[in-house]
């Protein structure tokens, strides 16, 4: 079947510019998981979803962050006033919720000019 | 705060030799999970160990998860060029079977035919 999915692949915006990133986890998975990834390191956690409640946000960076998961389904990241320290691979990854194995989707390059 | 460690940073290892990633935190885990992730792609879920002095093994993979669930290790025997890739350890705080993965910064393997 269908693996998690994410749009745009890629994301070039100007410095101060607002930018949304959507996820499309596999279908009927309950958690849904948002990283981000610099090149040579390890995902590092932003925030976590179990439905559409966010149940974990100590992850995101600042408040130009945000994330919504409003139907239980496809997620939304938000950056507000983006800022080239930003730039980044943003990747999702979702979960049955049991043993919640992570299923990673492909990620956004999000590049700040 | 929660802490995960991975050594080595790089392995190169000429193709049938054995390898090795340690992984290591900073307080005691509830599980741990390893992946993989291929140049180019995102990570993918390898296994999970949950018990204390759990060892499990995949053809030629080990994962070994330490008495005090503080360390892990996966061993790679008779390395082949497919198994090429950056291999990440991700724990889970003590306490919590869901949410939050601290991963590591991963080995990069390179295997030289």
Request: aromatic share 12%; hydrophobic share 25%; glycine share 12%.
């Amino acid at each position: 079947g269908a693996g998690v999915s994410q749009s745009p692949r890629y994301k070039v915006t100007k410095r101060g510019q607002d930018v949304a990133l959507r996820c499309d986890p596999i279908s009927g998975h309950v958690s849904l998981y948002w990283y981000r990834q610099a090149l040579g390191q390890g995902p590092e956690f932003l925030t976590y979803f179990n439905y559409e409640a966010q149940q974990d946000k100590s992850g995101l960076p600042n408040d130009r962050f945000s994330a919504e998961r409003p139907e239980g389904s496809i997620s939304t990241l938000t950056i507000q006033r983006t800022e080239q320290r930003d730039s980044a691979m943003y990747r999702c990854a979702s979960g049955t919720g049991g043993a919640d194995t992570q299923y990673f989707g492909p990620g956004t390059r999000l590049t700040v000019l | 705060g929660q802490q995960v460690m991975q050594i080595p940073q790089y392995q190169h290892v000429q193709e049938g030799e054995d390898f090795t990633t340690y992984c290591n935190s900073s307080t005691t885990l509830s599980n741990i999970q390893w992946y993989k992730q291929r140049p180019g792609g995102h990570p993918v879920f390898l296994i999970q160990l949950v018990k204390s002095g759990e060892v499990k093994k995949q053809k030629r993979l080990t994962f070994q998860f330490g008495e005090a669930k503080k360390n892990s290790s996966l061993h790679i025997t008779a390395t082949q060029t497919t198994d090429v890739g950056t291999y990440f350890c991700a724990g889970r705080a003590r306490g919590s079977t869901l949410g939050r993965l601290y991963f590591g910064r991963g080995t990069q393997l390179t295997v030289w035919p």
